[in-house]
């Protein structure tokens, strides 16, 4: 079957365990505060008006709408009180070069209006597609109930509609974690479509990972191109290891980074000279890629272009200037699907997790995470047959506890204790309104508007 022309549809996705008002340096909100800056905020003068898939989980949203409130201005006090005078500092005591380039850093932290209200900001977004996914980012294959199952996504769902105003079908799997049979859940929910790592099964640059899919329930699943992504996911040989770039690791003592990779003091215009001719070549390498046509999907977490990968959105911004150019049509994954007729293949078990497998969720060292969360699903399911007073608190604690980021820091070991801190708090809590005794203090904006249906469904 013909793939037809080929296109390039570019997925970003945003996401974040619910850390607001959950601590705060060096694990804690302060991880939200320095992605809106850095990531979310530029984000929105890059892709509006880009044929662009932008995935925003729930509970990143969830918290993008705490920043309405008190998160906001804490959110405005951590820019003026904490970021503008440590640069200051720590300028005060470095060499002229180094001097310079915090100084000019510092303006990353200019305060922003938008931050206020991002889900308002991405809603208004031209041309730019919206993807949702479970509620907390659960691992789907790993839940222990149908009924758990439709709380993850049935709550996911219906907090994008009511932040939105729809569904455009759009569902990112939490790890790109699939397994056979999955896809028989997701019609009941609206979902169209959903991207899928089959790399383990058909290898790097297969024609097959050009192929969206076709499932005998419905929804189409669009394999990630990983050849493609490799370029920007690299650690040791993609673009984001050149020397000119920032240097993530190596840091001030107040936690800035001044250094390029190469050791050497950083220059911001000559990294993003870099930057340019990384968006040429990979123009052309997606050019090369698309040459028998079909549909290159190339999905990056959001957080890798400004944060992790600092000179990424300047990347980002030269590829949708360049692709037009080099005669690469760009769309977003909705537009792939209607351009590229889908096949009828046969999907494998797999993440987009190391080893392309379930490990890193589900291993000794998480263990104990993994049956805590599923203890605590059979329960709650259990408890919602009897009605009890603080069903819902503890369906909300379920979703916390759900969240696939706690056995992913734990595995990387990215994030000291803090999980494990974060699994027994929520693990108690949830005991605790199982016994009708509410605890406190409360979730904040963690599922405000949770329907318990789905608990007691047939």
């Not at 896809?183 to 979902?191: F, K, N």
């Not at 980021?405 to 803090?418: E, M, N």
Request: proline residues 6%.
């Amino acid at each position: 079957m013909s793939r037809g022309p080929g296109a390039l549809a570019l997925l970003l996705h945003s996401h974040m365990p619910y850390v607001e008002g959950f601590g705060t340096w060096p694990f804690g909100e302060e991880w939200l505060w320095e992605a809106v800056a850095s990531v979310y905020v530029p984000l929105l003068d890059v892709v509006d008006g880009r044929p662009v898939t932008v995935g925003l989980t729930p509970v990143l949203c969830d918290q993008f709408e705490a920043m309405c409130g008190d998160a906001g201005d804490r959110y405005a006090a951590f820019l003026s009180d904490i970021r503008a005078p440590i640069h200051e500092e720590d300028a005060a005591h470095l060499e002229p070069d180094l001097a310079a380039e915090i100084r000019r850093a510092a303006g990353d932290y200019a305060y922003d209006d938008r931050a206020r209200d991002l889900v308002g900001a991405f809603g208004a977004l031209e041309r730019v597609e919206l993807w949702t996914s479970a509620a907390t980012h659960a691992l789907l294959p790993l839940l222990a109930t149908d009924a758990g199952l439709r709380l993850q996504l049935g709550t996911g769902v219906a907090s994008h509609e009511r932040r939105f105003g729809h569904f455009g079908g759009g569902l990112w799997l939490p790890e790109c974690a699939y397994e056979a049979g999955l896809e028989r859940d997701l019609p009941e929910h609206g979902v169209r479509a959903f991207c899928v790592d089959q790399t383990a099964a058909h290898g790097l640059g297969a024609p097959e990972q050009l192929e969206p899919v076709t499932t005998e329930a419905g929804p189409v699943a669009v394999p990630l191109d990983w050849q493609t992504v490799d370029l920007v996911w690299n650690d040791r040989d993609g673009y984001p290891t050149h020397p000119a770039y920032r240097d993530y690791h190596r840091r001030t003592v107040h936690d800035l980074k001044p250094w390029n990779n190469a050791g050497e003091p950083y220059h911001h215009a000559e990294a993003v000279e870099v930057a340019r001719e990384h968006a040429r070549d990979f123009v052309g390498r997606a050019v090369s890629r698309l040459a028998d046509g079909g549909l290159l999907c190339c999905a990056l977490d959001t957080e890798l272009l400004g944060h992790w990968w600092y000179e990424g959105q300047a990347w980002l911004a030269a590829v949708l200037e360049e692709a037009p150019a080099a005669g690469l049509e760009l769309v977003t994954v909705s537009e792939g699907i209607e351009r590229v007729e889908p096949v009828q293949r046969e999907l494998r078990a797999s993440t987009w997790g190391t080893g392309k497998d379930l490990s890193t969720w589900d291993s000794p060292l998480v263990a104990e995470i993994a049956f805590a969360a599923r203890r605590a699903e059979l329960r709650t399911v259990a408890a919602a047959a009897h009605a009890r007073p603080s069903l819902e608190r503890a369906a909300r604690e379920l979703l916390a506890l759900q969240s696939s980021d706690w056995a992913f820091q734990l595995t990387r070991d990215l994030a000291a204790d803090y999980p494990l801190q974060r699994v027994q708090a929520h693990h108690d809590a949830h005991q605790r309104a199982l016994k009708d005794s509410v605890p406190a203090p409360g979730l904040r904006n963690l599922a405000p508007h949770l329907d318990l249906a789905p608990l007691c469904a047939p």
